[in-house]
């Protein structure tokens, strides 16, 4: 079953700086909204973050994710080939099989 990738720190919640593994930011409410609409359509969202690796934080992503978002999601570090896209506030986004750069990189400044 294909699935979508939502980072957590910055995307789907709040995030200045690390303040712990279960120091969690407040909701992005458009985001939640969003991922609140592909939940109704039935759209399998997984969490996908760098914290995935840290026991306590998942605890914590996934009570949080059921005060706001109404069930709790996988969260993983990982994706594979059902992952369909993912939105993350880090990300450049490339054409497939060409390379191209489509968004702008913090790198292109430098």
């Known amino acids: 079953m294909s699935w979508v990738g939502v980072d957590f720190d910055g995307t789907l919640a709040q995030y200045e700086e690390w303040r712990g593994p279960t120091e969690l930011g407040e909701p992005i409410l458009p985001m939640i909204q969003r991922v609140r609409r592909w939940l109704d359509d039935g759209i399998e969202v997984r969490i996908v973050t760098a914290r995935a690796n840290l026991d306590e934080s998942v605890k914590a ?22 992952m369909i896209e993912i939105w993350d506030d880090r990300a450049v986004t490339v054409e497939r099989n060409t390379g191209r750069q489509l968004t702008p990189s913090l790198l292109d400044e430098k």
Request: charged share 20%.
């Open 61 to 82: 992503i996934g009570l949080w994710s059921i005060k706001y978002l109404g069930q709790p999601l996988v969260v993983t570090d990982q994706k594979d080939f059902a």
